[in-house]
């Protein structure tokens, strides 16, 4: 063989080259992730480089030639082992492989059955990187290795360091918040690799493992205390209204409630819904707000089943799936019900595949579920209609009674809409964002219409309960001028707290008596409040929230990050505010409440922080019928 002149680490570039050719070929034909622009294309491309040139590199530290080549030939393999698993994984589950799902394979029926069930010939070429290492090896004249040089070693590790955040820069360009507020698995391989990504979600698993492990149990003990003393009785004319009904919850994608009742430019935003607002089956809650942080819709559902707030830094569907949970689904299945989630979305997003699995709900509707027509879907994914309509028929196949939880989507930033979809015009102000805002909440409410509609002639209505609301805001912070405009006020930090209210309808068909209520109230109320609907108490709950219809429910909603609001004060940004006028008032009189609100979330987060609810669970199991059921 002809002699090359070949540059003194040849094999090791060679490597690095062959390996991050493979992972690229592998996302590409692998997995379906969704490329928008050419910056996305880009990003993927180079998102496996600066963790290559770093495992690889360590290589320059090794001195014996054989143990380098060894050691090459073994990352490579382990580089090739998680490509292949990922994607032999993907094929079943339409998702990445994270820690967790590694230990709940309860909930995912058989796993080695469906790992070899998924095999393909083709999957050797995961381990052609391997192979060309192996020839280089062999085929490239060994060559006297000096020492690297300390500053040439230096050079390279700044350079594999300086590429990393030239990736993690271009990724947050493209995804605000992506390693803070996580979202989905497959946002986080197609901007930070799919190898930075494993470690991420090692990091991420092992903290709450360890608090995990520090907890025994004991901690139960004051927080159940807590929990007892606060629970609120059934009011005695609302209990069992529902009972064995069908329960439909709708989430509604960034409604808030400024909206309601109101016009904008003289057109009515919200027809349906404001008819609602007077209809004697529906009960319509003026001052119920969000109390959601960075995982969003997320965490409304997290709200909304466990009756606990999320958490602060990320979303606790991330960071707390491995958990024990009493959630509305599992009470409601031991009550006989069916429980699933439909969500035109892919089922990875937020984590519900993995969280769904941790909340004992049945089965998870997820996009593959829909059928997508052309022109049905716009902005992030099926417009709502269309997955309305196909979520009533899905339903009428359901054993019942089922509760179905569903999650709208055509009312999410950036608020686009087909031209055939406006059916009022934009407003006009300094904010694209909230002009358009308008005429995706008039969507929302026709397809709230038709749904109901749907309900009414296939049967499903009579025997139902249908909850709706706001899962958080949809115009924030940084509207506050073309708030300030349509409002016709200055926007104030006190404003903005009361701007946190979202929607919530509870429809009883038939019902006759139902009112306006305007206690203060929030998304952690939903689950006794719904629960004693159905004529089921909730005693025994490990919940923070209060039936918002009992006479003990107290005026008091607590935000996520420490605002709150009481029926007589707002208190954000350490000032504490009269809730009628909404002028400053003493600090004094907020007092016992901020530390109440501290006590409560520190409640809450020792509950999930702990997994404390696994004890419970400990101590109730043998009461309890096995009630997680398989999902798809
Ligand atoms: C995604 C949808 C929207 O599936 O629920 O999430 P959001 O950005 O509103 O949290
Ligand atoms: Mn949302």
Not at 223 to 251: C, H, T
Not at 440 to 452: A, C, H, Q, W
Not at 478 to 497: Q, R, V
């Amino acid at each position: 063989m002809k002699k090359l002149a070949l540059p003194k680490h040849s094999v090791l570039i060679i490597a690095i080259i062959a390996t991050w050719i493979t992972t690229y070929i592998g996302y590409v034909t692998s997995f379906k992730m969704k490329i928008d622009n050419v910056m996305q294309e880009l990003i993927l491309f180079i998102n496996p480089l600066s963790f290559l040139l770093f495992v690889y590199g360590v290589a320059l530290f090794m001195k014996s030639t054989k143990r380098r080549n060894i050691y090459l030939l073994s990352v490579s393999l382990g580089t090739s082992l998680i490509m292949f698993s990922n994607a032999v994984f993907y094929r079943f589950f339409n998702d990445f492989i994270t820690l967790p799902v590694l230990f709940q394979t309860s909930n995912f029926g058989d796993l080695s059955s469906s790992i070899t069930a998924n095999l393909h010939l083709t999957d050797i070429f995961f381990f052609s990187d391997v192979l060309i290492i192996y020839l280089a090896i062999k085929f490239i004249p060994e060559k006297e290795i000096s020492i690297q040089k300390p500053i040439a070693r230096k050079l390279y590790f700044v350079t594999s360091a300086a590429l990393l955040m030239v990736n993690l820069g271009l990724a947050e360009t493209e995804r605000p918040q992506l390693l803070t507020r996580s979202f989905d698995r497959e946002l986080l391989v197609k901007n930070i690799g799919a190898y930075n990504y494993h470690i991420y979600d090692v990091f991420m698993q092992s903290k709450t493992h360890a608090q995990r492990v520090l907890a025994d149990g004991s901690e139960l003990v004051e927080v159940g205390n807590y929990i007892n003393a606060n629970y609120a009785a059934p009011s005695a004319d609302k209990f069992g209204i529902a009972k064995d009904r069908n329960l439909i919850v709708v989430s509604l994608e960034s409604l808030q409630s400024f909206v309601i009742n109101n016009e904008m430019d003289g057109h009515v935003i919200t027809p349906f819904l404001n008819e609602l607002t007077k209809d004697p089956d529906t009960f319509y809650f003026t001052d119920f707000y969000h109390q959601t942080g960075l995982g969003k819709t997320s965490d409304s559902e997290f709200l909304i089943e466990n009756s606990l707030y999320p958490r602060n830094g990320g979303a606790v569907f991330f960071t707390h799936s491995g958990n024990t949970y009493q959630s509305l689904a599992e009470r409601l299945g031991q009550n006989g019900y069916f429980t699933n989630v439909m969500h035109a979305n892919n089922r990875s997003f937020w984590n519900r595949d993995i969280m769904y699995g941790a909340l004992g709900i049945d089965k998870f509707y997820d996009i593959e579920s829909y059928v997508v027509e052309e022109g049905q879907a716009v902005n992030w994914g099926m417009k709502d209609i269309p997955f309305l309509e196909q979520s009533v028929d899905l339903m009428t196949d359901m054993q019942q009674p089922f509760y179905s939880r569903l999650i709208t989507l055509t009312n999410h930033h950036p608020f686009t809409l087909d031209e055939e979809d406006k059916m009022i015009p934009e407003y006009t102000s300094n904010s694209n964002t909230l002009n358009r805002y308008f005429q995706t909440v008039r969507y929302m409410d026709e397809s709230i219409k038709l749904f109901f509609e749907d309900l009414k002639e296939k049967g499903l209505y009579d025997n139902s309960i249908i909850v709706m609301y706001g899962d958080h805001y949809g115009i924030s912070e940084n509207h506050n001028k073309a708030m300030g405009m349509y409002l016709d006020k200055e926007i104030t930090p006190y404003d903005n707290a009361v701007l946190q209210k979202v929607p919530l309808f509870i429809h009883v068909p038939g019902y006759g008596k139902a009112t306006t209520v305007d206690e203060v109230s929030g998304q952690i109320d939903l689950r006794p409040t719904i629960l004693h609907l159905l004529g089921i108490d909730t005693k025994d709950d490990m919940q923070l929230g209060a039936d918002i219809f009992s006479e003990d429910h107290e005026p008091f909603v607590i935000f996520r990050d420490g605002r709150f609001v009481t029926d007589k004060y707002v208190y954000t940004q350490d000032v504490c505010y009269d809730s009628e006028t909404g002028e400053p008032i003493e600090a004094v009189a907020c007092e016992p409440y901020i530390e109440n609100a501290g006590v409560e979330l520190g409640y809450s987060d020792m509950i999930i922080n702990g997994d404390l609810l696994r004890f419970k669970q400990q101590e109730d199991e043998q009461l309890l019928p096995n009630v997680i059921g398989e999902q798809e």
